[in-house]
């Protein structure tokens, strides 16, 4: 294996009934800024559950960070912050509302010009304001994690950045949260939390035995309990192991060490910027496309993952790496996530526009960095 | 599963030629305290490589901290911290070393009376000095948790405490000091670790299939990996592999939100207090007891041991788990290390001293309480 570095000092609270000890692991005497999405969390009970958590505390709250967070609106949260004199931001919602909080506690306290840079110009976030989640839709893993994606709706641009500053402090897992989810928005988190996995072991070979059992470990959990959780919302255990997983899938542990690829995610922003295609479903396209391109390249991977994950051990290595691509497409199909461009009316044009936005920033994707317009028209070609 | 916490802020920096960041990792103008064991980092060329990294800080020395690091010995060592006025500990050695400087870092600023009460009455940890380790023996895990064994000569105790105050900051990982390792800690590492595993994962199913499979893979990787390192120690990938896998048997992620049971360990602690067996082989010893004494409680998880560790499907359950325990028998034989207590020369009368000592503490042990003298004659009756 490569050699590493390794830290996540996030606390998890995690169970049913967990959300009572928000308060408890907030600072005293915190001016608290509690952010939210479109306001789901008023009909599930989970508002009532924190604000009981948090009496006591000066409490100012924003609301409405759209999925794929905008800047324009999270700059809005920047000026409440500094008007009100927060001093603890605690996001209650999925991935966007933690995403968008991290943005704002970095934003908050940027000296140095225009907090874009942080996303355009990956400029150092040297202090953020302390964070605390409240997640309620397993997906993203950012309630894990150092890292935030932001879309610029004026300039089209969806921009990520990380910081071990916006690490949250403490993350709270309720898998009651998930009862009241959409079938849309839990489809969604199955296969986010899948490819996830994937972009970091879907490689080439290092000998890093840990990290890919521990990513096959998350994988077969989450073709398990996935249908599961769909099958039945309030299955506890299922809800529970389902949300574990997609914690464990992006916290940094299985790619320690280990080569990796976020190929899909980078091109799949491109459709969410463009079309304002759910994040999950643009890897649910890209994903079966890279695989398909790349597949002398993952060859072993490829294989490695048919074997251990879908039990496909029989044929050549391409018939194999074949089974391997529709089995992983049948999976996402059957959550009820289309893998196609024409299934979301996407205009082959799109193609175009995408590689041509790639040929401007010269860097190239891929574990091998060997991804280029080219390589991702083929891709985008493959899926249509 | 269970409800949990579950909060691990060590850094790991892990890989060949890492010793070289210590000294970055130190807070600027620390006064440094090196502890360290028997003196084989002046052999090994890790002594050098660490006062290589840390040139510039004011350094004190001491060694000597034997295995099952003595309260005796760390007492003195206490005396030093306060005499030298340390303000930071570098452990560098095995599990013993670094357990011997968190019982240091938590003793030197014990400010209510006896610091032995921190052992004997479990007394809270309110502060410690800071404190950072070089892993040079892969076993205990001891580098990214919270826990510490400490042994007092005088009265034939050994004890354990744990507190988050005594985390390590950082904790460098060479797999490279493997290479010039004694046959004997090496097999000791690997059974300590696999039995860590075990522990928190041999006991009743609670539906968590993250924890089980984690569990496995790094069992699997054990048993995989470390006849590897015994036959070619220098090895670098196996030694890597060995290496992480101990870390991650007891750091805490795979026991959050699952049953445990400690009962392996805590009778074997009694067979080294009384006769010097180390500590993992004292392990091997109790280990298989256990099994085969509550083979009706733990058999869900014997038999899923038994089929997706060691490939055991065929026969009754009855036969299964015999089948599971022999391999088990089997494995930490096949690595050198002796199960019975014959083999030790332990005399029989060793059990009653163990089982009176049990008596005198009331409280049961196992993952359902209810192992208590009688069980504990019966699992040492089990290894005549």
Redesign the interface.
């Known amino acids: ?18 959300i009572a000890k928000v308060g408890a692991n907030i600072p005293a005497g915190s001016k608290v800024l509690i952010t939210y999405g479109g306001g789901s969390i008023f009909k599930n009970g989970v508002y009532d559950q924190v604000k009981a958590s948090i009496k006591g505390f000066d409490v100012v709250e924003f609301g409405g960070i759209e999925p794929n967070p905008h800047y324009e609106t999270l700059m809005k949260a920047v000026e409440l912050v500094k008007k009100e004199k927060i001093t603890f931001l605690l996001s209650v919602g999925g991935g966007s509302v933690i995403d968008g909080t991290k943005f704002i506690a970095a934003a908050a306290c940027y000296k140095n010009g225009d907090p874009w840079d942080i996303l355009s110009k990956r400029a150092l976030v040297e202090d953020a304001i302390p964070h605390g989640t409240v997640l309620t839709l397993p997906a993203t893993g950012s309630e894990m994690n150092s890292g935030a994606v932001i879309t610029r709706v004026e300039t089209t641009e969806k921009l990520s950045f990380m910081s071990p500053k916006v690490l949250p402090l403490f993350s709270v897992l309720d898998p009651e949260t998930i009862f009241s989810l959409p079938d849309k928005q839990i489809a969604n988190g199955i296969v986010d939390a899948f490819v996830h996995v994937i972009e970091q072991y879907l490689t080439f070979p290092v ?4 990290q890919d ?2 990513a ?3 994988l ?2 989450l073709i ?2 996935g249908p599961k959780v769909l099958a039945n919302k309030t299955d506890y ?1 299922a809800a ?2 389902f949300m ?2 997609a914690t ?1 899938a992006l916290n940094g ?1 299985i790619g ?2 280990v080569p990796q690829d976020w190929a899909t995610h980078m091109i799949g922003h491109e459709l969410t910027a463009y079309h304002g295609i759910d994040h999950a479903r643009t890897l649910a396209i890209v994903l079966p496309g890279v695989m398909h391109i790349n597949r002398n390249q993952k060859k072993d991977k490829i294989l490695q993952l048919g074997e251990r994950v879908w039990g496909v051990l029989d044929g050549t290595d391409d018939e194999r790496i074949n089974e391997t691509i529709k089995r992983t497409v049948e999976f996402f199909e059957s959550v009820g996530i289309q893998t196609k461009l024409p299934d979301y009316s996407v205009p082959t044009e799109t193609i175009d526009t995408i590689c041509s936005r790639f040929e401007k920033r010269r860097y190239k994707l891929g574990e091998k960095a060997n991804i280029g317009p080219e390589e991702i028209r083929l891709i985008l070609e493959n899926r249509l």
Chains 1, 2 share one sequence.
């Open positions: 294996m490569y050699n590493f570095e390794y830290q996540n000092p996030v606390k998890i609270i995690f169970g049913k009934g967990e000998n890093a035995p840990i059992r521990f096959e470990s998350i077969k959990t398990e309990e255990d529970a192991n574990w997983s464990m542990l320690a060490g």
